[in-house]
């Protein structure tokens, strides 16, 4: 079993920092891509960043410049160091992982159970 445990999340002012933490813990072999998702009420889950295991990163257009995401590999963590925050930033916010179980297996995805941001105004 694979598990995604996320931490960090808290309720913040607007202007504020926060970091998120996600591990990934179990019996697996490898993680390939890792990242960073966010749900605010009454809308679609939404892309805020990627990171593959070689450091490539992806953002989303609207935390560009003020969110950074890294990792971890020998811990197989990935952060989320969010800077700048705003009001629109408010939402769970879930940990995504590519994870082969074993040698030359498929990657599947994990999800992590969320964590709360919530940005004050």
């Known amino acids: 079993q694979v598990q995604l445990v996320e931490s960090g999340g808290a309720l913040v002012q607007a202007g504020g920092s926060l970091r998120l933490s996600c591990a990934a813990s179990?019996?697996?072999?490898?993680?390939?891509?890792m990242g960073w998702y966010r749900q605010a009420p009454g809308k679609q889950r939404e892309l805020v960043a990627t990171?593959?295991?070689?450091?490539?990163?992806n953002y989303a257009d609207s935390v560009k410049g003020r969110f950074t995401i890294s990792r971890d590999n020998a811990k197989n963590t990935v952060y989320l160091q969010m800077s700048s925050l705003k009001p629109e930033d408010t939402a769970v916010y879930y940990c995504?992982?590519?994870?082969?179980?074993?040698?030359?297996?498929?990657?599947?995805?994990?999800w992590g159970q969320g964590t709360q941001v919530t940005v004050s105004s």
């Open positions: 990171i593959t295991s070689g450091g490539n990163t």
């Open positions: 179990g019996s697996f072999f490898s993680t390939a891509a």
């Open positions: 995504n992982a590519q994870v082969a179980l074993y040698f030359r297996g498929n990657y599947n995805s994990y």
